[in-house]
DNA sequence: TCGCACATGTAACGCGTTACATGATTAC
DNA sequence: GTAATCATGTAACGCGTTACATGTGCGA
């Protein structure tokens, strides 16, 4: 088990909520922790394999009516063991980089035109982020009222809503004081 | 020049605001960009060289009275033409990865009370970071009165302030919410 | 004299992305 | 028929971190 990645933490806790197929997992991924974590294919099939070798998981083959074949895995009571283990150590701080704050950081060597170009263009895709997460978060309340996954998902989905809100709120003011400053340079 | 690494435009713009050791770079970045950028010494000197190489920036050596010799380096008419036309385009979307929040996400293997406990660490640490930010931007709204760079330098201050307060906002929020949960359990 | 801040680098390693490779089934 | 989706993987590459290596000057 590496002790940088978290990616096999990432499989195991997304097959602590259903056995899945490693297709699945990439999928569930994207409808829910795609705003906070996601994994490319070339991390997510080696992880799966690597955790099987090590039992970790179990792996079933499937093949339903009209459905190619399709590898279903199940975490087991020893992946569990590891996952909950994994939950319960405090998170590292993860190093930042947002390359629009660093060109905002140097604007001055460009019109203020050219940051404000770039503030707008992240107010837009910050606007649709916030309605996907909405989607999201309706859809889930409806689809998992019951389990008791939902209240931990509506949280970490809150969280991306709380933090869109406070963007689009942050690039109002710049877009203003950028309007004043170039108004001023007149 | 690479493709995808935005080192050597973090240290065209380092050197933009003034000529600097590589040192100073480093210093520099963290009193600054370190909320949203830094370099580690691995990416750093290697980038100096490579800029040097390709003559985006000059190098003077320099010796004051009790100090050793260090290397200061200057952007140059070519560099901060490649400055420029890097600031004007487009940020590229990164991927994020939070670990708190994929702990969070699988909150419901552990008790309520193992991600409260995380949520609490990230209160501290966010309060932490946001007195930091308080500090710097008061320290800079002094030391740099007339720089032209400053309004920028508040800006991206800013950012990382009200996103700070959000996250602080939305763990209070969540806080609640886990005790709430650990109280119906009973 | 011991440790810290200054100062500059190199090398190894691992992680994560991207592109490639393959192939079945379904909808248009 | 052909494009998209389902489904599983591999391989190369580059980036970024970490640890290592070296040496000066200053303060306690």
């Known amino acids: 088990m590496s002790k940088t990645s978290k990616t096999s933490y990432a499989v195991l806790g997304m097959l602590s909520i259903a056995p899945m197929s490693g297709y699945d997992i990439r999928q569930t991924m994207k409808e829910s922790t795609s705003n906070f974590w996601s994994e490319s294919d070339g991390q997510l099939y080696p992880a799966l394999a690597s955790l099987h070798k090590q039992g970790l998981i179990s792996c079933k ?3 339903n009516e009209n459905e190619r074949e399709k590898k279903i895995y199940s975490i087991t009571a020893k992946g569990m063991a590891l996952l909950t283990q994994w939950l319960t150590r405090a998170a ?3 190093s930042v980089r947002s390359e629009i704050l660093l060109k905002l950081f ?10 404000r170009e770039h503030i707008q263009m992240h107010c837009y895709q910050t606007k649709s982020m916030l309605a996907q997460l909405a989607a999201s978060k309706k859809q ?7 389990s008791p996954h939902l209240p931990y998902w509506l949280m970490s989905i809150d969280y991306g809503m709380q933090i869109a809100e406070a963007k689009l709120a942050w690039c109002d003011g710049v877009i203003e004081k950028l309007n004043k400053m170039k108004s001023e340079r007149k």
Do not use: R
């Open 106 to 115: 140097f604007g001055a060597n460009v019109s203020p035109d050219v940051s």
């Open 92 to 94: 590292e701080t993860q």
């Open 140 to 146: 889930l309340q409806h689809e998992h009222k019951d």
């Open 61 to 63: 083959m499937e093949k």
